[in-house]
C-alpha cells in the first residue's frame, strides 16, 4: 500500500490544538466553549459538521507513507483513530515555509504530550485561584505529515506507543477532542433553551433521546458553554435596543442615568441604569441592598441583575438594573463601582447576592466596610439539588437542616447541631456541604445578627432575591419585550406603594392594648410595620422579665415564657440612658424592638418607645424632607419618659439603699432613720407643691415684684424681698419659684406641641395631596 492516497471530503475541529502550530495546553481548555467550530476548506472561520471515516477505513492504523489529500484529512483520520483506541488528540507543532509562509509539515500528538509548563509568564503575575489538575505526562504517540511537491500530505512519522493508560470507549466521549455538538443536538438545545431550560435539564433530554451520555457525544460543560455563547450572540445583536432606550430616556430626564463599560459605538459588554426615582429611593432605603443575579442560573435567557431594597412599608423597590453580558471578575467591579457613583458615593450598611466567589471577590474590593450576605433562599434551593439522594432517602433531613440554620440562638448551638446533622447523616466528606459551612459567616443567621438587613424577624423564610419583577420577566423574555414589561413592573410597584401610603394615612388599626406605647407606634409606623409591631407588643404578656445582675448602671434582666427557663433571653438595660439590648438581636437585624426588651419595658415602666428606637425608615414620614416625627414623639412622650426616668432613677438608689441597710442591725437603724426623715421632708414638700398660684403676673408673698428681681440668686433672695427670711422661709420661697418655673416651661411644651401638630397636619395634607395626583395620572394613563 506505498503511498496509497486515502481522501476524506471531510473538516474537523481544532481537537485542542491550533491550526497555526500554537501548542495549546489541553487541560487548561476545559472552561472554554464546548462547541467546536471545524476548520475546513473555508478558512478559520467556516463552520461544518464531523464526519467520521466509514466501513474499512475505520480499522486501518495510520503507517508511514500513507497520503492524504489535505493537512485537514491526515488531522481528522488521526483524530478518528484515536477515538478507537482511546486518547485525544491535539496539533502539536508546524514549520512553515520560506518562500511564502505557507504551512508545510505538521505533528499531531497525544494530549498528554510534554508537561506543564509552571513557569509561564501568565502564572507569574497571577494568582491561580483554582488550579487545574496535571494531565500531560511525557507521552510520546505522535502522527507527523508533511506536504508533497503535488499538494497532497503524507505521513512521515509515526509513534505507536503510550505511557499512559488509554480511556475505554464508554469514557471516550468525555476526551476534548472527540467532544463535538452534532447539527441535531444544536437544534434540540436551541429548542429547550428558548422554552427556558437549563443544562442539567437539556443534557437529561439528550442522554434520553440518544440512549446514553456516551451516545450523545458531548458533557455537560459543553452544553453550558454553547447555550452561553448561543445567548452572548443573540444579545449582541439586539443590545442597540437597550442603548436607544438608555439615550432616549436620558434625553428627557438629565437625572436618568446611565453607563457602558467600554465604548458604546463598538463591541460592548455590561451596560447599568438606575431612573431618578431609583436613585431617589436609594436615599431613602439604601442601608441593605440586594444585588439579584438568579439570570446566571440559566431560569432566564436575559443576563438581568437589577439592585433592589425594601421601602417602609415592607415593598421591594429599585436602585437600578444592570445587563451583564461580561460575568468576570473585573466587569462585577465595574457594575459595583457605577452603581455606587450613581447612588451618590454613599455605600449600603448590608448587601445580598447568590453565592458565588468572583462576586464576593468584587464586593471585597468596592464595599470592603459593607456586610455581605449570601442568600439563604438559593443556598436552601441549591441544597435539594446538590443532596437529592439525601432528600429522598431521610424525610426528616430537610426539617433537621432547616431547624440547624434557622432556630439555634447562639454560635456555639449552630456549631454543635451542624456536626450533629452531618454526623447522623453521614456527610462529613460532602464537597458541597462542606464548602457552605466554610462560608457560613455570611449566610447563617446566628452569624448576621448584629447587622441590619430590614428582614422583620430572623427565622422568617427567606424569598427568592428576584422577587421584584416577579409576573414580568420569565423564561421566554427577550430584549425586544423586555422594556415594555420593565416599565409595568415599576407602575405596578409604584401603584402599591400608593395604596399602601393611602391605608397608612387614612385608616386607623385596631388597637389591642390600652398601652401608650401601642397608641404611639400606630402613629408613627406604616401599617404594615404597625402590625409587626403589635405582634411583638402582644407577645409580652407570655413572658416574664425577672432581675438577673445589676452592676450599678445596667440591669440585666432573664426573660423567658412561663415555665420556659431554659429558654430564656437576656435583656442589659441601661435606665439613665433608657438603651436596651437583647441577646436575640431583632433590632440590630431588623430595626424594630423585641419582645424580650418591650417585656422589660413593661416591668421597669416605660411607657413609650424612646425615640432613639424609632427608625425613620419605617415610619410612615420616611420619604418626607420635614422632620416632624422625632419632635412631635419628644413632645408627646416628654412627661412620660421624664416620670419613667425618675421613677427607675429612685427605685435603682432605693434597692441599693435597702441592701446596705439590711446587712446589719447597726445599719438597719440607720437606714430605718434615715427614712423617717426622708418621709416627712418628702410630705413637707408634696403638701407645698403646686400652692403659689399667680395673679396678674406676681406670685403670692410679693417675693417677686417684677423682671430684675426674678434674677436673684438665692444669696440675694433676703435683700432682694427687703424681708428678713428664716431658712425654712428661703427654702419654701425657692419650692415656689421653681414650682412656678416648671409650670411656665409645661405651657411653653404645650403651646410648642400644639404648633408641631398643626405642621405635621399640614404634612399629612400634603401626602394625601401627593396620592391623590399620583391616582389621577394613574387613572389619566389607564384611560390613554
Known amino acids: 500500500m506505498d503511498n496509497e492516497m486515502i481522501e476524506f471530503d471531510i473538516g474537523l475541529g481544532s481537537g485542542g490544538g491550533d491550526d497555526d502550530g500554537v501548542d495549546m495546553d489541553d487541560e487548561e481548555m476545559v472552561d472554554s466553549p464546548a462547541h467546536i467550530t471545524t476548520s475546513g476548506g473555508g478558512g478559520a472561520g467556516a463552520s461544518s459538521e464531523l464526519y467520521l471515516p466509514e466501513g474499512d477505513l475505520l480499522d486501518l492504523e495510520p503507517y508511514e507513507g500513507m497520503e492524504f489529500e489535505s493537512e485537514e484529512a491526515a488531522k481528522a483520520f488521526y483524530n478518528s483513530y484515536a477515538r478507537r483506541v482511546g486518547f485525544s488528540t491535539r496539533v502539536s507543532s508546524s514549520r512553515r515555509s520560506r518562500r511564502d509562509g505557507a504551512i508545510i509539515q505538521r505533528q499531531f500528538v497525544c494530549a498528554k504530550e510534554g508537561f506543564r509548563n509552571l513557569n509561564e509568564k501568565r502564572t507569574k503575575d497571577r494568582e491561580i485561584k483554582r488550579p487545574r489538575t496535571i494531565t500531560r505526562v511525557g507521552c510520546k504517540a505522535s502522527l507527523s505529515v508533511k506536504m508533497q511537491d503535488s499538494g497532497k500530505w503524507v505521513v512521515s512519522g509515526f509513534v505507536r506507543e503510550h505511557n499512559h493508560e488509554l480511556v475505554p470507549p ?294 427568592s432575591m428576584n422577587s421584584y419583577f416577579d409576573g414580568y420577566v420569565n423564561a421566554s423574555t427577550n430584549l425586544n419585550q423586555f422594556f415594555k414589561l ?134 410612615r414620614n420616611a420619604k418626607s424632607s420635614v422632620i416632624l416625627e422625632e419632635r412631635t414623639s419628644d413632645v408627646y412622650t416628654n412627661y412620660l419618659e421624664s416620670h419613667t426616668v425618675r421613677y427607675n432613677t429612685l427605685r435603682h438608689e432605693v434597692f441599693k439603699f435597702v441592701e446596705e441597710g439590711a446587712k446589719a442591725l447597726e445599719t438597719y437603724d440607720v437606714a430605718m432613720g434615715a427614712l423617717q426623715l426622708a418621709a416627712k421632708k418628702l410630705s413637707h414638700a408634696t403638701k407645698n407643691e403646686g400652692k403659689p398660684g399667680m395673679a396678674n403676673g406676681r406670685v403670692k408673698g410679693n417675693l417677686v415684684t417684677d423682671g430684675s428681681r426674678a434674677n436673684c440668686t438665692t444669696d440675694d433672695l433676703e435683700r432682694c424681698s427687703g424681708q428678713h427670711l428664716s431658712e425654712d422661709d428661703m427654702d419654701r420661697r425657692i419650692r415656689e419659684l421653681t414650682n412656678e418655673l416648671e409650670s411656665a416651661n409645661r405651657k411653653c411644651e404645650v403651646y410648642r406641641a400644639n404648633l408641631l401638630s398643626v405642621l405635621k397636619d399640614i404634612e399629612d395634607h400634603k401626602q394625601q395631596l401627593s396620592i391623590k395626583v399620583q391616582n389621577i395620572k394613574i387613572s389619566m394613563k389607564d384611560g390613554l
Open 486 to 619: 420593565y416599565e409595568k413592573a415599576l407602575e405596578s410597584r409604584n401603584e402599591k406603594e400608593v395604596k399602601a401610603d393611602y391605608d397608612t394615612m387614612n385608616t386607623a388599626p385596631i388597637l389591642k392594648t390600652p398601652s401608650p406605647m401601642e397608641k404611639q407606634a400606630s402613629e408613627l409606623y406604616t401599617r404594615k410595620l404597625f402590625v409587626r409591631f403589635q405582634e411583638e407588643l402582644v407577645g409580652t404578656l407570655t413572658f416574664m422579665a425577672s432581675k438577673a445582675e445589676d452592676d450599678g448602671e445596667v440591669i440585666t434582666y432573664q426573660v423567658s415564657k412561663f415555665g420556659e427557663d431554659h429558654k430564656a433571653y437576656y435583656v442589659k438595660f441601661n435606665v439613665l440612658e433608657m438603651k436596651a439590648t437583647c441577646s436575640c438581636q431583632m433590632f440590630e437585624f431588623s430595626g424594630l424592638l423585641c419582645r424580650h426588651i418591650l417585656a422589660v419595658f413593661r416591668v421597669t415602666n416605660v411607657l413609650t418607645l424612646p425615640s432613639h428606637y424609632i427608625l425613620k425608615r419605617w415610619t
Open 170 to 463: 464508554d469514557q471516550v466521549h468525555c476526551l476534548r477532542s472527540h467532544r463535538q455538538i452534532s447539527g441535531p443536538a444544536k437544534t434540540l438545545i436551541d429548542t429547550l433553551q428558548a422554552a427556558g431550560m437549563g443544562p442539567r435539564r437539556i443534557m437529561s433530554a439528550l442522554i434520553k433521546e440518544y440512549g446514553g451520555i456516551s451516545k450523545v457525544g458531548f458533557t455537560e460543560v459543553d452544553c453550558r458553554n454553547y447555550m452561553r455563547n448561543n445567548r452572548q450572540r443573540s444579545l449582541e445583536g439586539d443590545i442597540q435596543l437597550v442603548l436607544d432606550y438608555l439615550r432616549q430616556m436620558h434625553a428627557e430626564n438629565p437625572n436618568f442615568f446611565y453607563a457602558v463599560q467600554g465604548d458604546e459605538d463598538q463591541s460592548m459588554s455590561n451596560v447599568f441604569w438606575a431612573d431618578p426615582k431609583a436613585r431617589l429611593n436609594y436615599t431613602y432605603f439604601g442601608d441593605t441592598v440586594t444585588f439579584d443575579t438568579t439570570y446566571r442560573s440559566n431560569r432566564y435567557r436575559l443576563p438581568f441583575a437589577p439592585f433592589t431594597g425594601i421601602n417602609h412599608h415592607g415593598h421591594p423597590v429599585l436602585f437600578g438594573c444592570a445587563f451583564l453580558i461580561n460575568e468576570s471578575e473585573a466587569s462585577f467591579v465595574w457594575l459595583f463601582n457605577t452603581w455606587l457613583l450613581a447612588m451618590s458615593g454613599r455605600p449600603p450598611v448590608s448587601i445580598t447576592t447568590d453565592h458565588d466567589a468572583v462576586i464576593r471577590s468584587a464586593i471585597t474590593q468596592v464595599f470592603p466596610e459593607t456586610r455581605h450576605r449570601f442568600c439563604k433562599w438559593h443556598i436552601f434551593k441549591k441544597c435539594q439539588e446538590k443532596l437529592s439522594h439525601v432528600f429522598l432517602k431521610h424525610p426528616n433531613f430537610e426539617a433537621d437542616f432547616h431547624k440547624c440554620v434557622n432556630l439555634t440562638e447562639l454560635i456555639e448551638e449552630f456549631e454543635s447541631c451542624w456536626l450533629s446533622l452531618v454526623d447522623r447523616y453521614d456527610l462529613k466528606d460532602h464537597e458541597w456541604l462542606q464548602t457552605i459551612y466554610s462560608a457560613r459567616r455570611q449566610w447563617v443567621p446566628v452569624y448576621l445578627r448584629d447587622t441590619f438587613f430590614a428582614e422583620m424577624s430572623i427565622t422568617q423564610r427567606s424569598d
